[in-house]
């Protein structure tokens, strides 16, 4: 809890201090041009578009928020980039049109203040929504960040998972799983002699078997490793797993890397 606070605190202010050297540093920009150049300044103006800066706050910290919750492939990341950058070029100069129409004698239109802020501060957005991706910690650092579990609320592997079907309490041998699959707002738990439905969702489920035996390989499938009879690329970043009773499921490539993890090293023509 106090290392969720404190990351929390730390990326908002971290969006504060930089907007408001941001900011700052326009102002003096823009009195120093009218020093150098000899021509009047207008505060009221170079304040409304120092206005930009403001909006790297609400932006970033919405940044923050979705690279931390979800595990993001580059494809997505780069779309989630362009889209702050463009969100930002258009609230700003949405911004600009709505103030200065109101309260200026002269209105800057939209397109004006959507040019003037990518001409002025477009590299600012591409620098600084850009870092977050560089800068996101691995999988690997993530779990040496996460604090470890007191002693006392530590639990004892169980070999048995109950799963509540209807009105009845069965006790499933966690081997005997072969995978599991979502089916909302149940789960399905496959085993050699029967299917089990299990109102419950995969993440607490995941969490009930405690062990890198049973992995998630797609967002609606958890598999239990043991159960794997051979897996083989599809080429576009998926993988077909076969199970021993010759069941196929879909290995998704976002969770290639954490299957990859639990199975160890293979030779390049059989591994991920």
């Known amino acids: 809890m106090e290392l969720k606070f404190?990351?929390?605190?730390?990326?908002?202010?971290?969006?504060?201090?930089?907007?408001?050297?941001g900011f700052l540093f326009t102002l003096i920009k823009d009195f120093s041009q009218t020093v150098f150049t000899d021509s009047a300044y207008y505060f009221s103006e170079s304040f409304l578009f120092s206005s930009f800066w403001w909006w790297f706050i609400p932006f970033c910290i919405l940044q923050n928020k979705i690279l931390?919750?979800?595990?993001?492939?580059?494809?997505?990341?780069?779309?989630?980039?362009?889209?702050?950058?463009?969100?930002?070029?258009?609230?700003?100069?949405?911004?600009?049109?709505?103030?200065?129409?109101?309260?200026?004698?002269?209105?800057?239109?939209?397109?004006?203040?959507?040019?003037?802020?990518?001409s002025e501060n477009g590299y600012s957005l591409l620098l600084l929504y850009g870092l977050p991706f560089f800068f996101k910690p691995s999988k690997s650092q993530e779990a040496v960040m996460k604090p470890s579990l007191p002693i006392n609320k530590v639990h004892l592997y169980n070999p048995n998972l109950l799963v509540h079907e209807g009105?009845?309490?069965?006790l499933v041998t966690k081997q005997e799983i072969q995978h599991i699959q979502s089916s909302p707002p149940y789960v399905v738990i496959h085993t050699p002699s029967r299917k089990y439905l299990h109102k419950s969702t995969l993440g607490k489920i995941q969490e009930e078997l405690q062990s890198d035996q049973f992995i998630r390989i797609h967002k609606s499938t958890i598999?239990?490793?043991?159960?794997?009879?051979?897996?083989?690329?599809?080429?576009?970043g998926d993988y077909d797993i076969v199970l021993k009773d010759q069941t196929l499921l879909r290995l998704s490539r976002n969770y290639a890397s954490d299957f990859k993890r639990v199975m160890g090293s293979i030779t390049q023509d059989t591994t991920i």
Do not use: C, P
């Open 68 to 118: 931390k919750k979800e595990s993001l492939s580059f494809k997505h990341q780069l779309l989630l980039y362009f889209f702050l950058v463009g969100a930002h070029l258009l609230v700003s100069a949405v911004w600009i049109d709505l103030i200065s129409s109101i309260f200026y004698e002269q209105r800057f239109l939209f397109w004006k203040g959507m040019g003037f802020s990518f």
């Open 223 to 236: 598999v239990n490793t043991q159960q794997i009879a051979s897996f083989r690329s599809r080429q576009n």
């Open 167 to 170: 009105h009845q309490k069965i």
């Open 6 to 21: 404190h990351q929390k605190i730390s990326s908002h202010s971290l969006a504060i201090i930089l907007v408001s050297v």
